[in-house]
Antibody, heavy 121, light 107 residues
Framework: EVQLLESGGGLVQPGGSLRLSCAAS????????INWVRQAPGKGLEWVSG????????YYADSVKGRFTISRDKSKNTLYLQMNSLRVEDTALYYC??????????????WGQGTLVTVSS | DIQMTQSPSTLSASVGDRVTITCRAS??????LAWYQQKAGKAPKMLIY???NLESGVPSRFSGSGSGTEFILTISSLQPDDFATYYC?????????FGQGTKVEVK
């Protein structure tokens, strides 16, 4: 059974940093793209970032470009999202979602349960 | 950037009703479209991919259609488990773009 488990969320002050992790199990991790999607309280889904199975090409939403960095450690079956210069508007539940192919150009067929990031002073 | 617009934002329906949700793209996207269901406090679940392909395990009362800029999700006979929020999503090599969501509530 495919499982994605996010961790690393928490309360941070504006301007601070957090690193989210997404640990994958039950799949051949290194052949699928993985994405981060966030959902602000009471709001819709917003794609944040994605990375191909090869890990060589990251993609970002304009709202986080230059502040967030996505990476993957295939030896640990884990995806990361390094979030710097956090803003109040980054407050959200962050999901990792596995694409059903090797590139970002596939929909998410498995999702984790999310980790909550709260940016507040 | 491509924008995805869903209508309606909220839909009131009864068990047994036929329900349709529309998603429009700001420019043509062929059939690079998926539909998701999200229940309160839960992660999204993919229902349909490539506009009309039913994801494994999803009940056959769900169907998707359309291409280009207009897409429709249909629930043929609404069941109690189907009250939720539904999102369309365009996916391409560089990004994902979601519609704003349609909440299906009890009439």
């Amino acid at each position: 059974e495919v499982q994605l488990l996010e961790s690393g969320g928490g309360l941070v002050q504006p301007g601070g940093s957090l690193r989210l992790s997404c640990a994958a199990s039950g799949l051949k991790y290194d052949i699928y793209a993985i994405n981060w999607v966030r959902q602000a309280p009471g709001k819709g889904l917003e794609w944040v970032s994605g990375i191909s199975s090869f890990g060589d090409t990251p993609y970002y939403a304009d709202s986080v470009k230059g502040r967030f960095t996505i990476s993957r450690d295939k030896s640990k079956n884990t995806l990361y999202l390094q979030m710097n210069s956090l803003r109040v508007e980054d407050t959200a539940l962050y999901y990792c979602a596995k694409g059903d192919c090797s590139s970002v150009g596939c929909p998410g067929d498995h999702w984790g349960q999310g980790t909550l990031v709260t940016v507040s002073s | 950037d491509i924008q995805m617009t869903q209508s309606p934002s909220t839909l009131s329906a009864s068990v047994g009703d036929r329900v349709t949700i529309t998603c429009r793209a700001s420019q043509t996207i062929s059939t690079w479209l998926a539909w998701y269901q999200q229940k309160a406090g839960k992660a999204p679940k993919m229902l349909i991919y490539q506009a009309s392909n039913l994801e494994s395990g999803v009940p056959s009362r769900f169907s998707g259609s359309g291409s280009g800029t207009e897409f429709i999700l249909t629930i043929s006979s609404l069941q109690p488990d189907d009250f939720a929020t539904y999102y369309c999503q365009h996916y391409n090599t560089y990004s994902w773009t979601f519609g704003q969501g349609t909440k299906v509530e009890v009439k």
